[in-house]
């Protein structure tokens, strides 16, 4: 009869328990919009020591700090609203988080908010996006006619190459409102800091996060489909807000409160 093999354990103490979590706001900023998720993750990590957060870690042979990462923005998309949890071995205060996590981080990726964990998952909330693209140097009728075009269609196909090959879905479905707005009237003061250039047209628009997630450059890629539409230079995208999905006032509301 063949000997059993014996099941490895780590040595030593199992982690302390985990009796608190926090869900957190950030953003990425300026030059912040081109970090990627890998650089954000290290930069986070080391952060979280520097501040003395009691954080508390996996079991197992290569433990690790417990942070719950939620739909992050691509690499060189800027946000005002991405979001993490973390889970700690002590009850603390958010508010003094906050603060002592932000000094420790870089500017531009910058702490907005820090809550104790209500019950539920935080991706179950994070049912859309508010996204502003500027486009510099485009004409403001130029971008309204490819927009148009786009919501008359009932659906609107584009293909992308996925880890698993080219995927081929629908964007239309995803967008739940679109307008082209001028500079000044493009920024509320809910919103952000973010300077919005005079010489651009501005695409604001509410996108219902789906399975594949509809990107901004899904819609682009149907707007120069259907419309041919040829910015002289790529937009730059910021994510103003995600969270629950007020159809009724078509708005993205926070996932937090």
């Known amino acids: 009869m063949a000997r059993q093999a014996r099941q490895r354990v780590p040595e030593g103490p ?58 992050a923005a691509a690499t060189g998309t800027g946000s005002e609203a991405e979001y993490f949890e973390i889970s700690v071995t002590q009850r603390v205060d958010p508010d003094s988080v906050r603060v002592a996590l932000d000094e420790a981080l870089p500017r531009g990726i910058d702490i907005l908010q820090v809550v104790e964990a209500a019950p539920g998952a935080l991706a179950d909330r994070l049912e859309a996006s508010d996204w502003l693209l500027e486009f510099a140097g485009l004409p403001l009728e130029v971008l309204e006619a490819a927009v148009g075009a786009l919501l008359e269609r009932d659906t609107a196909e584009v293909t992308r190459l996925t880890k698993s090959g080219p995927r081929t879905f629908d964007v239309r479905g995803s967008i739940v409102s679109a307008r082209v707005l001028a500079p000044r009237d493009a920024l509320d003061d809910t919103v952000t800091t973010h300077e919005v250039g005079a010489d651009c047209a501005i695409l604001r628009m509410v996108v219902r996060h789906t399975t594949p997630a509809v990107r901004p450059d899904d819609i682009l890629t149907a707007l120069r489909e259907i419309a041919d539409l040829q910015p002289p230079r790529p937009p730059l995208v910021t994510r103003l807000a995600q969270g629950p999905l007020d159809t009724a006032n078509v708005r993205v509301t926070d996932p937090l409160e």
């Open 14 to 71: 199992a982690p302390d328990p985990a009796v608190q979590k926090l869900r957190i706001r950030y953003t990425k900023r300026g030059r912040l919009r081109f970090t990627s998720s890998r650089d954000f993750q290290r930069a986070l990590e080391r952060a979280l020591r520097r501040a003395d957060v009691p954080m508390a870690f996996s079991a197992g042979f290569h433990p690790h700090q417990k942070i719950s990462y939620a739909n």
